[in-house]
């Protein structure tokens, strides 16, 4: 069974604070693939990044950056000097190699100027 | 290119009509699904199809949901005999279908139902 969680429903942050946003996954597979998106309050989810089992490296684009951690099945997103503009609600997502997208609940970001 | 669109947005009915979404997907994108999200929760998978064929369907879609995709390009979701339960976001995504796993859906803006 696949399955995420994300234990944080909602965070707050002062803006230009670091924020971590923590992603859990489950899955049996040995070939599965982890994303992450924003959910705006205009409600249309968009794609942020999309990162395959096979490789554990961390990413960073801008002021966004990613942990993948197998050992621990952690997939975790890192916003440095946050925005008022980074206020969402961010998915995470695990997807195998079959049709289905299994969505984590959501952390709601708050961030406060 | 103008994305994922869906029609309509917003959606208020009265228990026990039937209703019925639009999605327009990015052009050359060979695969559509449908999606519903609650408040607080993050999207459920409803259906998926590759071209016109649906292949996949979520045990929540109940005999009262049918989804269509006639020629491979738009799809339509409907909902008969609406129960107040099915008050959600319909959200709809596509993709260019290459890797199996690890295509990027694209979704559109959604269309909030409201059931009475």
Redesign the interface.
């Known amino acids: 069974a696949q399955k995420v969680t994300q234990a944080q429903t909602e965070i707050s942050v002062v803006e230009k604070e670091d924020v971590t946003l923590d992603c859990v996954y489950e899955t049996r597979d040995t070939t599965y693939y982890l994303f992450w998106y924003k959910q705006p309050p205009s409600g249309e989810l968009v794609f942020l990044i999309r990162r395959n089992s096979f490789d554990e490296q961390n990413e960073i684009s801008g002021r966004y950056s990613w942990n993948f951690q197998k050992s621990t099945s952690s997939f975790n997103f890192t916003i440095t000097a946050s925005q008022v503009v980074d206020s969402a609600v961010y998915f995470c997502a695990l997807r195998n190699t079959g049709n289905q997208f299994y969505f984590g609940t959501g952390t709601s970001l708050t961030v406060i100027p | 290119d103008t994305g994922v669109s869906q029609d309509p947005r917003h959606k208020i009915t009265k228990r026990g009509q039937n209703v019925t979404f639009r999605c327009d997907p990015i052009s050359e994108h060979n695969?559509l699904?449908w999606?519903r999200q609650t408040l607080?929760?993050?999207?459920?998978?409803l259906t998926?199809f590759q071209n016109e064929a649906q292949?996949?369907k979520?045990r929540l879609l109940s005999d009262r949901f049918s989804a269509e995709r006639p020629k491979g390009s738009f799809s339509t979701l409907e909902i008969q005999r609406t129960e107040q339960g099915d008050s959600a976001?319909y959200?709809c995504?596509s993709s260019l279908g290459i890797v199996?796993?690890?295509n990027?859906?694209?979704?559109?803006?959604?269309s909030r139902l409201t059931v009475l």
């Open positions: 695969r699904y999606y607080g929760q993050g999207p459920e998978f998926y292949l996949e979520s976001m959200l995504a199996p796993g690890a990027v859906l694209t979704f559109g803006a959604g």
